[in-house]
């Protein structure tokens, strides 16, 4: 497995602003993943970071609204920008470890005002 | 287009009892299927998976078991307890290393 942490942990912001999210696992991994997770639902894959190469979004997201960078193999962040209600949610970053296994760091839960 | 779909929604079971949580996925190139475990305001816990050259895998009290040619597989708890309360997620894996996930299901255990 991986020990993987997120900051901030949760956040309440205003509508329009925007809020970074941290990923940090200790050790070095290939592929991290960015989900959304809305209260009672399943994952939401948003975009795949792969160290060295542009992050690869799925339908519905784009990187004006999600920017992502992954500067190293151990790191990542994932900016929602210009906030609105909607985008209330709990964002959770994952590391695959071995062959599509992935592992999840403890989300950050944002709302948005 | 890919899809996997997870069956019950709700499933209560009285505690000792067993638990049997049923997925299906669409892509036949699939080839690796985890189950997670989240409890309430935690993160999704890999707790047994199953690649496509085995049919049966099996840890302590949990199982999963994989049909390949129906392209279906199963999540099985024996002698349920209290802390296995939680929601359960089944995946199927895609291209780019990514994952398929099911809407989940909701194990009431009671006691």
């Known amino acids: 497995s991986a020990v993987i942490s997120q900051k901030p942990s949760r956040d309440i912001c205003q509508r329009g602003t925007s809020l970074t999210i941290q990923c940090q696992v200790d050790?070095?991994?290939?592929?991290m993943f960015w989900y959304r997770q809305q209260p009672g639902q399943s994952l939401t894959l948003i975009a795949t970071a792969n160290q060295g190469s542009e992050a690869t979004y799925e339908s519905g997201f784009v990187i004006d609204k999600f920017p992502i960078s992954r500067p190293n193999l151990t790191f990542s962040t994932l900016t929602v920008s210009n906030m609105s209600p909607e985008d209330s949610s709990i964002y959770l970053c994952?590391?695959?470890?071995?062959?599509?296994?992935?592992?999840f760091g403890p989300g950050t839960r944002l709302t948005v005002t | 287009g890919e899809n996997v779909e997870q069956h019950p929604s709700t499933l209560s079971v009285q505690e000792g009892d067993s638990a049997v949580i049923k997925c299906t996925y669409s892509?036949?190139?699939?080839?690796?299927f985890p189950w997670y475990k989240q409890e309430l305001g935690k993160r999704p816990q890999l707790i047994i998976d199953i690649r496509s050259n085995v049919g049966e895998k099996k840890d302590q009290r949990i199982a999963v078991t994989l049909n390949k040619t129906a392209k279906h597989f199963s999540l099985h708890i024996t002698e349920t307890q209290p802390e296995d309360s939680a929601v359960y997620f089944c995946a199927a894996s895609r291209s780019n290393y990514q994952l398929i996930w099911g809407a989940g299901t909701k194990l009431i255990i009671k006691p």
């Open positions: 892509d036949s190139a699939s080839n690796y």
């Open positions: 050790s070095q991994v290939t592929m």
């Open positions: 994952s590391v695959e470890v071995a062959s599509y296994e992935q592992y």
